[in-house]
């Protein structure tokens, strides 16, 4: 989940033909704005604010000194500090989708983190979505069925996010091994599972959780199946401390879910409920106040707390940001993807991917570029290149006294826009 280009709307520089079109032709300006917009502009506006949020915690809990910078030891810091402010060639382009008219930046880098960077993670998770409703496709018309089955353990507010996690991750192992899950595979005609891992914050704790479509034969008996898995989740928990005493009735309650015959809406829905924000969608992750729950929280959450001036959740955000680097948001078992015809792509590959179709809009010297970051102009520059296209920027720029690149070359001939 996540948006991102702007189009050519000046057409030419003046100097030749046009900057950097991708397409056959430039697409024609939009002529009319759809409420939808309005609103995606405003939540593309909230992920660039905490993202800014986010960067300056991470910075803070740091070794590093902004007033005295050591280049080392920035350069060790988490992605998202980057994410989105650094250039890798010597100019920003800022492109335009000529399929959804999106703006988005080309030539900066992109962290590629689900669990850090809400500008990122709305954008690999729609990537995902697309993935998820491939693979629930493929399983019926291929004559199977997909159950959807949720996992969660009882959880106290002593206990560290990485000390739950760690668990967490352990019992999943162990419930995935052993003659007991081959006969359980083999009985239920199990394809493969897709999985995605989520966590929340309350008042007993870290609250992790996965949601799994698992792919079976199309005569399963859902309710046998959870008879069993559930079994199998309790032994599982017993073995790793994360079933405790008193605990063991609400536990067989609560701890396994399965749903019959579920859907791509079904997964997704699961996702957007307020005790499970964790899917990515723009409106639950980027603007994650708005539909906040008071007794669960979202880490994208604790952040815009932290930019509020909750020091303690500022903390929060970070133990969980150290606990679930390096993991996988959304698995696939092995070979599945490849029978759903899904193509193998990594969070990075597709943070850093860009639209099939796209043109440029203008393209930003160094100095535009590093003014447009320290006035924390990224979202509105890509609002006027959706809105108003070249002239929009150009406009913008002149009024700062920066210019494009385009206005800087035709300076030094000695020209005017």
């Not at 689900?114 to 693979?135: A, H, L, T, Y």
């Not at 990224?378 to 206005?407: H, M």
């Amino acid at each position: 989940m996540n948006g991102i280009i702007p189009c050519l709307g000046a057409g030419s520089s003046g100097l030749g033909e046009p900057l950097g079109i991708n397409t056959k032709s430039s697409s024609p300006q939009a002529t009319t704005e759809h409420p939808e917009s309005h609103v995606s502009r405003g939540l593309r506006a909230d992920r660039y604010s905490l993202q800014n949020v986010i960067r300056k915690l991470i910075i803070a809990k740091s070794d590093f000194d902004p007033d005295n910078p050591n280049f080392e030891v920035y350069n060790k810091l988490r992605r998202v500090v980057k994410c989105h402010r650094v250039r890798v060639k010597p100019t920003v382009d800022v492109m335009r989708d000529v399929v959804h008219l999106k703006a988005f930046y080309r030539n900066v880098t992109s962290c590629g983190s689900v669990w850090d960077c809400p500008v990122c993670s709305v954008k690999i998770m729609e990537k995902r979505r697309q993935e998820i409703s491939q693979g629930v496709s493929w399983a019926y018309s291929s004559g199977f069925k997909v159950v959807m089955v949720s996992f969660t353990t009882p959880h106290y507010a002593y206990q560290t996010c990485s000390d739950l996690l760690g668990s967490f991750a352990k019992a999943l192992k162990y419930l995935r091994s052993g003659k007991v899950w081959q006969r359980i595979k083999s009985d239920y005609s199990l394809q493969g599972v897709i999985r995605a891992l989520e966590t929340l914050y309350g008042s007993n704790g870290w609250h992790n959780h996965t949601h799994e479509l698992w792919i079976v034969d199309a005569c399963a008996d859902a309710a046998a199946l959870k008879h069993e898995v559930l079994r199998r989740w309790e032994a599982a928990c017993r073995k790793y401390g994360l079933l405790p005493r008193g605990k063991v009735r609400s536990f067989r309650i609560h701890a396994v879910d399965v749903k019959d015959n579920a859907t791509t809406s079904d997964y997704l829905a699961k996702q957007d409920d307020k005790k499970y924000l964790g899917w990515g969608v723009d409106r639950e992750l980027t603007n994650p106040l708005s539909k906040a729950s008071k007794e669960l929280l979202h880490p994208f959450q604790l952040a815009s707390l932290y930019g509020s001036g909750d020091r303690k959740a500022g903390e929060l955000f970070n133990e969980y940001s150290l606990a679930f680097k390096g993991r996988a948001s959304v698995f696939w078992s092995q070979g599945l993807k490849k029978r759903c015809l899904c193509e193998e792509e990594s969070d990075e590959q597709i943070a850093e991917s860009d639209a099939e179709e796209s043109e440029l809009v203008i393209s930003l010297e160094h100095f535009a570029w590093s003014r447009i970051v320290e006035l924390d102009a990224r979202s509105y520059i890509l609002d006027l290149a959706e809105t108003e296209g070249f002239d929009g920027v150009e406009s913008w720029l002149r009024d700062r006294g920066l210019n494009s690149v385009v206005s800087f070359l035709m300076q030094k001939k000695g020209g005017f826009l």
